[in-house]
């Protein structure tokens, strides 16, 4: 990471509450073509959410504690907080002498922006405030959130517009957090009805909603120079599993995300 940090852009994409089954059945099976191209050997690396809902595992992820690998042993971090007996951070681990990875970039020479999505971004009140205000720039609207079926669509094209601005000299941070997977997601699922309800079938469904347009996301953050790609998922979320549903539960379902780095090389990612 200490050869990444200042020669390329970086973006942290998180796609809000999606499961690691469904996510590694639809790349095995070849309904997430764009995102699965990218994916190291064309599959989602299996780990540990570090929270169980959005708040919490943003909150340990912009502090540079992102999904931990689910095998045993001592898994070196990408970033780290300067902390005394840290015991994952490695040679090649980037670490920083700020409170958060957004301001340690930040302090590096990077642009730090956040394109919301979920209600912890929405910016309407004091807690909705907290993780956007991380950032130099943020942006939300009810176009971005769990609520519009057009709500990935609407996220790139301010993703787009922000790439586009960002001073050619200066790298960038750019932060998305997807809203698409998360309830409701039953209008992504052709013939579903808000009666039928959010379910598995519809969780994928938003998935694949999802893939169609990502390739944007990564056209525009390649197009400055080359990029890191982070794409993962915050925690899961139960659908009837043993009779849980939802999530901030103690599940497998919420705890086993999906996982993915990979570069994009200038101009590569069409």
């Known amino acids: 990471m200490n050869r990444i940090v200042g ?17 590694a059945e639809l790349a095995e099976a070849g309904r997430i073509p764009n995102l699965a191209r990218h994916l190291p ?16 595992s943003h909150q340990a992820m912009f502090a540079g504690f992102l ?28 670490v ?30 004091a807690l909705g405030s907290v993780l956007p205000g991380l950032f130099e720039e943020s942006h939300w609207e009810p176009e971005f959130g769990v609520a519009s079926p057009a709500s990935f669509e609407n996220q790139v094209a301010r993703a787009e517009e922000i790439a586009a601005r960002t001073a050619p000299e200066q790298p960038l941070f750019l932060f998305v957090n997807v809203s698409a997977l998360h309830q409701p997601n039953w209008f992504h699922l052709p013939g579903a009805s808000e009666e039928d309800g959010d379910s598995r079938a519809t ?30 998922s915050d925690h899961g979320t139960a659908y009837g599993d043993d009779g849980w549903t939802g999530h901030r539960i103690g599940h497998e379902s919420v705890w086993t995300v999906p996982y993915a780095h990979f570069p994009l090389g200038q101009g590569d990612a069409r």
């Open 67 to 94: 999904p931990t690998p689910a095998t045993p042993g001592r898994h070196p971090r990408l970033f780290a907080a300067a902390f005394t007996g840290s015991e994952t951070t490695a040679d090649g681990t980037f």
């Open 41 to 56: 050997g064309g599959r989602w690396e299996k780990r540990h959410a570090p929270g169980s809902f959005t708040y919490a």
């Open 7 to 23: 020669s390329h852009d970086i973006l942290l994409v998180t796609l809000d509450t999606l499961r690691f089954d469904v996510a």
């Open 203 to 232: 969780h994928a469904a938003a998935l694949e909603y999802v893939d169609r347009h990502i390739g944007r996301l990564f056209a525009a953050m390649s197009s400055r120079r080359p990029c890191l790609a982070i794409v993962c």
């Open 96 to 125: 920083y002498d700020t409170p958060d990875l957004v301001s340690g970039l930040a302090k590096a020479g990077y642009h730090t922006a956040c394109v919301g999505g979920v209600g912890f971004f929405n910016q309407r009140g």
